[in-house]
């Protein structure tokens, strides 16, 4: 095998002259246009929930635009709406292609396999999706035979008995089941560490779930590693770091991206990489999954312990497999899905994980409640500090299905290697806030988004304790909030944990050092 064949194979797939693009944004779509275009495309119809935030194709856009709303909210309205377009997309599509003869790709999850009677070429299958439930990791990991913390799936009702069975000192995670369909970037999973949390988790899951997994907070860092199934095996890529953030005054968890720059050491990034192709073992035998895969879990000082599965394409096996162009993106990951193109397991290993050892990448954003005005600047990082520049990455506010979304681009030259990226991800974010006055993402205020706090507030949004971002109740803020590096914090002091990267508030208040794994030393 080598990739002169895999791009005559990739341009045999995809040599069409009209095609759909269905996207929740139109944002970053030039790149796969100009692809299909070098293999023969020439009409293109762009069918988007919105504009995003980032370079806009140069084809024809129209939008099936829904209120404001979290997340997952937003992958949800957009898949109905894919499912059930209204009469002016269907017209707009009579119109561009009233032969039906145009090709179609869509996300690669999140969305029907078909649109308006046209095929969504590389859509995963119901079985792979049913899989997502974290109701049934657990029993994954069991098959796959890979250490796992304890846990119980239980009745929402029964989740404080559960929770006081798992607690550790830090308390408890709950997650959701998948109800309301599957879920992802910690949006149905709550940190519940005291009776006030076990209230506030009760009321908010109730009418999302009927079952939560309970499982004891886990002290360590977040991260995820993903494979790839092929027929003759498993993939193994790198560990990525998954860039989560907490509210002091929330149960919840936001989901600010993954980075490629965090180092394990490396009997955690063996267990791992093993844990990976145990998994992706299972996951063929089950439910004949091809391509890419991912694990998410927490490198803890026991080991690697995982949380939830992922069996899609996610952004933490996209900033690696990106490295390689030969491999021409999504392209690649939609013929594996499809059963079109096979690759073996070792050659495609050998191929992705040096390439993206060293091109460390970012992929950094995060969602800002209301919509704002578009806003950028350009940021970099020296000596451990991230500083507004004149050279350096584009960091950019602009509009989402959620509302507003801060975006980060960063060239995979000014990455620092070897360490956490969340602190700089925190610090970016807390400059931005300082800046431009943003509200921090609140599922609580949706429906009253149109009221704005006065700009005292919104500039105290947003607090970095340690490695955390942190932030008090807005209507209860009594004065600025500190931010990390400042006001006596110390730097080097930061814990990770189950979802988050997190501070123990009563350690902070008493002046006490938070405990970290004893392998882990922070580089800044």
Not at 52 to 67: A, H, L, R, Y
Not at 139 to 156: F, K, M, N, Q, Y
Not at 186 to 200: C, F, I, L, P, S
Request: with cysteine.
């Amino acid at each position: 095998m080598d990739t002169d064949t895999i791009a005559v194979r990739l341009a045999e797939l995809f040599s069409h002259a009209r095609w759909i693009i269905v996207n929740g944004v139109s944002a970053g779509t030039p790149p796969l246009i100009e692809q299909l275009r070098e293999w023969g495309g020439a009409e293109f119809l762009m069918v988007a929930g919105g504009a995003g935030v980032g370079d806009q194709p140069d084809v024809e856009v129209v939008t099936m635009p829904s209120p404001p709303g979290t997340v997952m909210e937003g992958f949800r309205r957009f898949a109905a709406k894919v499912e059930n377009p209204p009469p002016d997309i269907r017209d707009a599509v009579d119109r561009f292609d009233p032969e039906g003869t145009a090709r179609a790709l869509g996300p690669l999850f999140a969305v029907p396999p078909e649109f308006l009677g046209r095929r969504l070429y590389g859509s995963r299958p119901p079985a792979w999706e049913a899989l997502e439930d974290k109701m049934v990791a657990d029993t994954i990991w069991d098959e796959a035979g890979i250490p796992r913390a304890g846990s119980a799936v239980v009745a929402l009702d029964d989740a404080p008995d559960a929770a006081d069975r798992l607690r550790t000192a830090l308390g408890t995670v709950w997650a959701a089941d998948n109800t309301e369909g599957w879920h992802g970037g910690g949006e149905y999973t709550r940190w519940v560490a005291d009776d006030a949390a076990v209230a506030r988790a009760l009321t908010e899951l109730r009418k999302k779930t009927n079952q939560v997994r309970v499982m004891p907070f886990l002290d360590g860092i977040p991260c995820s590693i993903h494979g790839v199934v092929t027929a003759d095996g498993v993939a193994a890529l790198r560990p990525v770091e998954l860039l989560i953030l907490r509210r002091k005054d929330r149960t919840g968890f936001i989901y600010a991206g993954v980075a490629d720059t965090w180092d394990p050491p490396p009997a955690i990034r063996d267990e791992m990489r093993s844990a990976a192709r145990a998994v992706g073992a299972v996951l063929r035998r089950r439910s004949g999954h091809r391509g890419p895969f991912a694990i998410d879990g927490v490198a803890t000082d026991a080991g690697f312990r995982p949380t939830e599965l992922n069996p899609r394409f996610s952004v933490g096996y996209a900033i690696q497999a990106r490295t390689v162009e030969a491999l021409h993106g999504s392209f690649f990951d939609r013929a594996l899905v499809e059963g079109d193109l096979d690759v073996p397991a070792a050659w495609l290993e050998n191929l992705i994980v040096p390439a993206a050892e060293s091109a460390r990448r970012v992929h950094m954003g995060v969602p800002v409640s209301g919509t704002l005005a578009p806003a950028s600047m350009t940021l970099a990082i020296s000596d451990g500090a991230v500083t507004e520049r004149e050279e350096g990455g584009s960091f950019e506010l602009g509009p989402s299905p959620a509302g507003s979304f801060l975006l980060w681009k960063l060239d995979p030259a000014d990455v620092p290697a070897g360490a956490s990226f969340a602190p700089y991800a925190a610090s970016a974010i807390a400059l931005a806030t300082r800046k431009w006055d943003l509200p921090l993402p609140d599922r609580r205020r949706r429906a009253r988004q149109a009221r704005v706090s006065p700009p005292s507030a919104r500039r105290a949004v947003w607090a970095l304790l340690c490695q955390s971002v942190v932030a008090e109740d807005l209507p209860d803020l009594a004065g600025d909030v500190a931010f990390g590096g400042a006001d006596g914090l110390d730097p080097v002091s930061w814990t990770r944990g189950f979802g988050g990267h997190v501070m123990n508030p009563a350690a902070y208040s008493a002046g006490v050092r938070c405990p970290r794994p004893a392998w882990w030393r922070p580089r800044l």
